[in-house]
């Protein structure tokens, strides 16, 4: 059982836009670290973009950088990926993930994170 809840997803036409959130039933997301990823098929699960649950500091990879946006919201207790301009390179299964802590050079790193959600399949089409 995931310790995070995933929801949104789906399938879209190149150029669209889709929107992912998660939540934690049972942790509060302050003084955490939360950052989403993604596993293309055949591919290595790799970083998307990650924010600071404290200092609202958000990361992202360069692949992404100025087409999603990573946002956290204290009162729901959940965080959110919203992605737009997406292109079938942006295919793959996204993962939410948490770890106490605060951002470090490492926090693109998978392995540094212990919660993690059960994955939602984002599906652009040509």
């Known amino acids: 059982q995931a310790d995070l809840v995933e929801s949104g997803g789906g399938l879209v036409q190149a150029g669209g836009s889709l929107r992912l959130s998660c939540g934690a039933p049972?942790?509060?997301?302050?003084?955490?670290?939360v950052a989403w990823f993604r596993q293309a098929p055949g591919e290595e699960r790799e970083f998307v973009a990650g924010?600071?649950?404290?200092?609202?500091?958000?990361t992202y990879a360069d692949s992404v950088k100025g087409r999603f946006t990573i946002s956290r919201d204290n009162a729901k207790n959940t965080f959110d990926l919203a992605m737009s301009s997406l292109t079938p390179e942006d295919t793959g299964v996204y993962y939410c993930?948490?770890?106490?802590?605060?951002?470090?050079?490492?926090?693109?790193?998978?392995?540094?994170?212990?919660?993690w959600g059960q994955g939602a399949q984002v599906t652009v089409s040509p």
């Open positions: 993930a948490a770890q106490p802590g605060t951002w470090s050079r490492w926090s693109t790193t998978r392995a540094v994170y212990r919660y």
């Open positions: 049972r942790r509060a997301f302050t003084g955490y670290v």
């Open positions: 924010i600071e649950w404290r200092t609202n500091k958000s």
